[in-house]
């Protein structure tokens, strides 16, 4: 089954970038000119890191995956990105307006490191994947030396064990707190303390994780361990 722990997170720091304009939504569904928009937004916008622009005058030394690993240095030697001081996991919850119905919804999950093994008891795929998107992001994760993007999993949970721990952990402080220039909200609280990590590793030891987004992500980290 699946091994859940809390990691030190690399995340951004509030007090030098506007945390909202340097968001954006996963690589696979970012358009040319969206790309060119989150350049525009914000020097630090995560897409030079997920998503960067391709040029003609690239080489095997300079290209996207080298410059994203570039900027990523830079922003860690500069402050820009800082490293927790202590494992925990994450809370998140994100609130959104569909579109198609304009009815507002709201989810919650649980962030965390994932013990990787391959698809069976554990973790479960539910897609078919690519060879040219999964040589990309290897290509990426060689060159970072990070994980950039976090795979989206269900998970089983029957004893509704996991649900009061996550009410406790957002009845706090928030870590941080982005409205998106979508208009979609997103929220992180963390949680370090001894008990809740201790129960949350108990559910997930007897649960299975269900891939919802990200099986070229999962993928790739098997290819590079």
Known sequence: MATVRPFQGIRYDPQRVDLARVVAPPYDVISPRDQLRYYQEDPHNVVRLIAGEVRL?????????????????EWLRHGVLRREPRPCLYVYRHQFVDPTTGLAH????????????????????????????????????????????????????PRSAVG?????????????AITGVDGEQHIVWSLSGAQPLQELAAVFSVSRLYIADGHHRYETALNFR
């Open 57 to 73: 005058s690239d080489t095997l030394e300079d290209n996207k995956y080298t410059r994203a690993a570039g900027f990523f240095s």
């Open 106 to 157: 709201s989810r919650r999950g649980i962030m965390g490191v994932v013990e990787l093994e391959p698809f069976g008891d554990g973790v479960l795929p539910h897609e078919r994947t690519h060879a040219r998107a999964k040589a990309d992001r290897l290509s990426l994760t060689r060159a970072v030396e990070a994980n950039l993007s976090p795979v989206f999993a269900l998970y089983e949970d």
């Open 164 to 176: 009061p721990i996550v009410d406790a952990a957002v009845a706090g402080t928030p870590e941080l």
